[in-house]
């Protein structure tokens, strides 16, 4: 857990400390019209006081944007891909953001790179892939056995009283079981 911070403007009361911050993020203002500002509100600071927190606050406010982009970007993926699931899109982000990375690396960068580290990124990607895939398998296999347990308890009542019901009902389900139509479809994210 982050260390939290005691500076001068963190300690305002919030409408206060919500317009200096509109204030830094607009770009419009300087550090001594946050100054002057604060001063007509009777609250003293310094530039380099004023100038930490706007670091502070820049940095946390483009973490910010750079998780709402890979969030609109996941969202993007399921949108073009209903039947992908949240992990899914998440390993291909994150794949994708890798390859974009070494795409773009200078030769300085990629000398200067910790290889081992790369390859434990890599390969913790691909695990992440596998063990979702097997993950998959293993649902679908204990849903099948579910069906397979409830269609044995029902076709066993059914096959005794009514015979003709039965065979109709079991074609039904061995059709619908190839073409993986009993599954529950996912709903499309908005």
């Known amino acids: 857990m982050a260390n939290r911070a005691h500076g001068i403007i963190d300690g305002l009361n ?13 770009g419009k203002s300087t550090y001594a019209d946050v100054i002057d500002y ?38 993007q993926e399921m949108d073009k891909y209903p039947d992908l699931d949240t992990t899914e899109a998440i390993i291909r982000l994150a794949s994708q953001n890798v390859f974009a990375a070494l795409a773009n690396t200078n030769e300085d ?19 992440a892939a596998s063990y979702k895939k097997r993950t998959d398998a293993a649902v679908r296999a204990e849903a099948d056995n579910g069906l397979d347990a409830v269609k044995s308890i029902v076709f066993q009542a059914m096959s005794k009283e009514r015979p003709d019901l039965y ?11 190839k073409d993986g139509s009993l599954r529950p479809k996912k709903e499309k994210a908005p």
């Open 14 to 26: 919030p409408a206060l400390r919500s317009t200096v911050e509109q204030m830094l993020l607009s």
């Open 38 to 75: 604060l001063a007509r509100h009777d609250v003293a600071i310094s530039a380099a006081s004023v100038c930490r927190y706007a670091q502070r606050y820049n940095a946390n406010a483009a973490l910010l944007n750079v998780a709402q982009e890979n969030f609109s970007r996941m969202m």
């Open 109 to 127: 960068q990629w000398n200067n790179l910790d290889k081992d580290k790369l390859l434990d990124s890599a390969l913790g990607l691909a695990r």
């Open 167 to 177: 065979k109709q009902v079991a074609a039904f389900l061995s059709e619908k079981k």
